[in-house]
């Protein structure tokens, strides 16, 4: 897979979070409900002070690797941290990070991105890792994945 290695500037995030990890039986319905809350009538559509209209996927908190325990977040970039209590606050950190582009449906395209990048021999730093959704077409996306690298 083909990426280029950026460097980006803080970002503040705002959303709803969850814990799972990949060996979980229910990762997918933890992730999918958590897309599901995000775009419901008092998700993304009552998050203040938007930077863009992207939706983030957002995976942090690993206990150690992909095999373990992490912190999943659904969520949007933000101007500032003065955000309703029913939203989680996060600081994407400044940063070395491996710029993926997927193009294809938004299910399966991430899915395999995932199951290949599990097998590259990157050198991953596990401290955070998102996906920029760049438009909302479901069979027809361009999803830009982000992996903190060292």
């Not at 997918?28 to 008092?42: A, H, P």
């Not at 992207?54 to 941290?81: F, Q």
């Not at 939203?87 to 449906?105: C, E, L, S, T």
Request: aromatic letters at 14%; hydrophobic letters at 35%.
């Amino acid at each position: 897979m083909n990426y280029e290695i950026v460097n980006l500037n803080e970002k503040i995030v705002a959303g709803y979070c969850d814990k799972t990890s990949n060996c979980s039986p229910d990762m997918g319905q933890v992730i999918g409900e958590l897309w599901r809350k995000f775009y419901s009538d008092e998700g993304y559509f009552d998050i203040p002070n938007k930077t863009s209209e992207k939706a983030l996927g957002i995976y942090t908190d690993y206990k150690s690797d992909e095999k373990s325990e992490y912190t999943v977040m659904v969520a949007c970039e933000v101007e500032n941290t003065d955000i309703p209590d029913k939203f989680a606050v996060r600081k994407i950190p400044a940063g070395k990070y491996a710029k993926f582009i997927v193009r294809g449906n938004t299910i399966t395209a991430v899915r395999e991105f995932w199951e290949k990048l599990w097998k590259m021999n990157l050198e991953r730093s596990f401290i955070y890792d998102f996906e920029e959704y760049q438009n909302s077409d479901f069979e027809n996306a361009e999803i830009h994945i982000y992996i903190s690298i060292k």
